[in-house]
T-cell receptor, first 116, second 110 residues
Framework: DTGVSQNPRHKITKRGQNVTFRCDPI?????LYWYRQTLGQGPEFLTY????????KSRLLSDRFSAERPKGSFSTLEIQRTEQGDSAMYLC??????????????FGEGSRLTVL | KNEVEQSPQNLTAQEGEFITINCSYS?????LHWLQQHPGGGIVSLFM???GKKKHGRLIATINIQEKHSSLHITASHPRDSAVYIC????????????FGKGTLLTVNP
């Protein structure tokens, strides 16, 4: 399977714990995006990378959130000291450089976080 | 008011019916996407539009830039079309950020 892969698919954690999600994009895609989706809502933009550079972060991404894309390949999204409000689906997508203007945007299956 | 509004929020149809989902937006855009999300989370891109109309199989998407409105049509609907359909826009000054609507939950009954 050469699509976008996200792990883990589901994570249940206790409030205050740290969690990390991984996204493996399609190999030749240089842009990688993270989105958050809560129940009954559309996804919201969190951040995006062009190669290894993080070029934009939403104000939704508090100091407890950090994303990296070392070597411009896979990316990780870490949430420290989780809160119940962090419970959501975290979606990753990848594209070639002009993806959102060409339609070539590919999403992973998402990582669902439940904070107890 | 959200920048992207979809209607209806929920839609139930009988197999074979013609379906229309609407999307209105309030900002200048360079492109509009229609996406399909099945239970479990995975999102699939259906169309990207910047003008006019596109067709793929039983799906048709149209956009009217002047009226800031787009529609997604499904002809001869089938139970496998049951999913959430999401409209997302690319702001005129952006080449990376999508702003999403809340989605329309479509249920097609046999």
């Amino acid at each position: 399977d050469t699509g976008v892969s996200q792990n883990p698919r589901h994570k249940i954690t206790k409030r205050g714990q740290n969690v990390t999600f991984r996204c493996d994009p399609i190999s030749e895609h240089n842009r990688l995006y993270w989105y958050r989706q809560t129940l009954g809502q559309g996804p919201e933009f969190l951040t995006y990378f062009q190669n290894e550079a993080q070029l934009e972060k939403s104000r939704l991404l508090s100091d407890r959130f950090s994303a990296e894309r070392p070597k411009g390949s896979f990316s990780t999204l870490e949430i420290q000291r989780t809160e119940q409000g962090d419970s959501a689906m975290y979606l990753c997508a990848s594209s070639l450089r002009a993806g959102v203007r060409t339609g070539e945007l590919f999403f992973g299956e998402g990582s669902r976080l439940t904070v107890l | 008011k959200n920048e992207v509004e979809q209607s209806p929020q929920n839609l139930t149809a009988q197999e074979g019916e013609f379906i229309t989902i609407n999307c209105s937006y309030s900002v200048g855009i360079s492109a509009l996407h229609w996406l399909q999300q099945h239970p479990g989370g995975g999102i699939v891109s259906l169309f990207m539009l910047s003008s006019g109309k596109k067709k793929h199989g039983r799906l048709i998407a149209t956009i009217n830039i002047q009226e800031k409105h787009s529609s997604l049509h499904i002809t001869a609907s089938h139970p496998r079309d049951s999913a959430v359909y999401i409209c997302a826009v690319v702001g005129g000054g952006s080449n990376y950020k999508l702003t999403f609507g809340k989605g329309t939950l479509l249920t097609v009954n046999p």
